[in-house]
């Protein structure tokens, strides 16, 4: 069973900036495209923003496009959300995990972060 750890969040004013981080409990973290998603107060998951295996390639929800960057360290067996510019949209719980050939959640979900932006 994989575990997943995010942290990193907090409590953020408008325009302010953050990185998240996660953790992942496995030797073959290096083999697997990972992704953040975050889930806002009252509503679903939704995709963030996701990264191949090598760190090649990133792609990222049109919401947070040139305001949040995603990286990974496979030596550490972690992946990171940088968050720019941050509005109260981007008020939820954050949560990382690998994704699948469906580019759907792979594994069971860690406890999230929750990040909070206040206007």
């Known amino acids: 069973q994989v575990q997943l750890v995010e942290s990193g969040g907090g409590l953020d004013q408008a325009g302010g900036s953050r990185r998240l981080s996660c953790t992942a409990s496995?030797?073959?973290?290096?083999?697997?495209?990972m992704a953040w998603f975050r889930q806002a107060p009252g509503k679903g998951r939704e995709f963030v923003a996701r990264?191949?295996?090598?760190?090649?390639?990133?792609d990222y929800t049109s919401s947070v496009k040139g305001r949040f960057t995603i990286s990974r360290d496979n030596f550490k067996n972690a992946v990171y959300l940088q968050m720019n510019n941050l509005n109260p949209e981007d008020t939820a719980v954050y949560y990382c995990?690998?994704?699948?050939?469906?580019?759907?959640?792979?594994?069971?979900w860690g406890q999230g972060t929750q990040v909070t932006v206040s206007s």
């Open positions: 995990n690998a994704l699948n050939s469906a580019r759907t959640p792979l594994w069971s």
């Open positions: 990264i191949t295996s090598n760190g090649d390639r990133v």
């Open positions: 496995l030797l073959t973290f290096n083999l697997y495209p």
